[in-house]
């Protein structure tokens, strides 16, 4: 019985040839297809993801701001404000330009404004409603 199985395992074994050159050739081609795919969905999500990486930098930065303005408005008066987030936003933190603005809205209400960019553009902005607490 394993003799009768042998010569057929081994018949079957025989007539195979192996595979031919174009065999190879069609699956190396639809292997490098395949692959490119799915590379330009890897880049795709790399530059969408150094995108987002700055504009949450860029909020965080703003954020900071916002927050120190409304301390400022707890325990400083608005000139001083003014000039303190001038010191404070004059620099550049990590290649991004901060422009705070503060403006009179009411008789004790002040819209102050947070804007930070790089290269020109801009990836966060914000605003807030102050009252100080200290006469001006």
């Not at 081994?10 to 069609?26: F, N, Q, R, Y």
């Not at 993801?49 to 008066?77: H, M, P, R």
């Not at 403006?103 to 020109?120: A, D, F, H, P, R």
Request: with cysteine; aromatic share 8%.
């Amino acid at each position: 019985m394993k003799c009768w199985y042998r010569k057929q395992m081994k018949g079957m074994l025989s007539e195979e040839e192996g595979m031919t050159l174009v065999e190879v050739l069609a699956s190396i081609l639809l292997l490098s297809l395949i692959i490119t795919t799915f590379l330009s969905f890897f880049i795709q999500a790399a530059k969408i993801n150094n995108q987002t990486d700055t504009v949450n930098e860029a909020t965080f930065i703003a954020q900071e701001q916002i927050e120190l303005l409304t301390y400022y408005s707890k325990t400083e008066s608005v000139e001083k404000t003014k000039s303190l987030m001038e010191t404070e936003s004059s620099g550049t933190n990590s290649g991004f330009q901060i422009k705070t603005g503060l403006v009179k809205s009411g008789e004790t209400l002040y819209i102050g404004t947070v804007t930070v960019s790089k290269e020109g553009k801009v990836h966060a902005q914000m605003e807030t409603r102050l009252s100080f607490r200290t006469a001006e």
